[in-house]
């Protein structure tokens, strides 16, 4: 069956620094995968969308790489802050208008 | 900007209880979902909509029903509320011909069955 894998542990890391979150997937061929935030309390948001034929995507202080060889994505926020603290999600897609399959996300700590 | 609604943010019933929660989306999105999202599971789909009067299973279908008589809301119901149902449940909606399934996702309710 499919499976996606992101790291249960909670991520602590300085103010600064590069958070690097890990989502590794077996058992599906996805068309694309996405990155979502959530907040305490609130529903995700949407951050970023990275095709199968695509190596790396950018947007602001957020990068993310998909090495379908691999069956893995690595989602970046350089310049860490206090603000992006949060629970992280990445999701699959079989694309054409279908659902989506999400992880159980990883929790990051951005400390001062 | 895109807009889904949810009819409650907390939420307290009775085991046995018949419990509906509902979803609006302001976008004339085709697509609707509900999950339910618990700690170390993670979000499950419980159903989901192509369309009006459509309806698909998701990973956790049982003890749920859903209903969707109009294009903007999709309805989650309860038939019997039970204890295990207690939980965070999310609405969402996406619309292709984009082909990226993105989805936007309501506030989430917080469901509590005594």
């Known amino acids: 069956s499919q499976k996606i894998e992101q790291n249960s542990e909670a991520l602590n890391i300085q103010e600064g620094k590069t958070a690097t979150l890990t989502c590794n997937y077996t058992?599906?061929?996805?068309?694309?995968l996405q990155w979502y935030r959530q907040d305490p309390g609130r529903g995700p948001v949407f951050l970023l969308l990275?095709?199968?034929?695509?190596k790396e995507k950018r947007k602001e202080r957020l990068k993310v790489t998909f090495d379908t060889t691999l069956k893995q994505s690595l989602f970046h926020i350089t310049a860490s802050q206090p603000a992006d603290s949060a629970t992280y999600l990445c999701?699959?897609?079989?694309?054409?208008?279908?659902?989506?399959?999400f992880g159980t996300g990883t929790q990051l700590k951005v400390e001062l | 900007d895109v807009k889904v609604t949810q009819s409650s943010r907390y939420l307290v019933k009775r085991t046995g209880e018949k419990v509906f929660l509902e979803c609006v989306q302001d976008?004339?999105?085709?697509?609707m979902f509900w999950y339910r999202q618990d700690p170390g599971l993670g979000l499950r789909l419980i159903y989901f909509?192509?369309?009006?009067?459509?309806?698909e299973k998701g990973d956790i279908p049982e003890g749920y029903s859903v209903s969707r008589e109009k294009k903007e809301r999709f309805s989650l119901i309860l038939e019997s509320a039970s204890t295990n149902q207690t939980s965070m449940y999310l609405c969402?909606?996406?619309?292709?011909?984009?082909?990226?399934?993105?989805?936007?996702f309501g506030p989430g309710t917080r469901l509590t069955v005594l």
């Open positions: 969402a909606s996406s619309s292709p011909p984009s082909h990226t399934d993105t989805q936007y």
């Open positions: 058992n599906y061929s996805p068309a694309y």
């Open positions: 990275i095709r199968e034929n695509e």
């Open positions: 999701a699959l897609g079989a694309g054409g208008g279908n659902k989506l399959t």
């Open positions: 976008m004339d999105h085709e697509n």
């Open positions: 909509s192509y369309d009006v009067k459509m309806k």
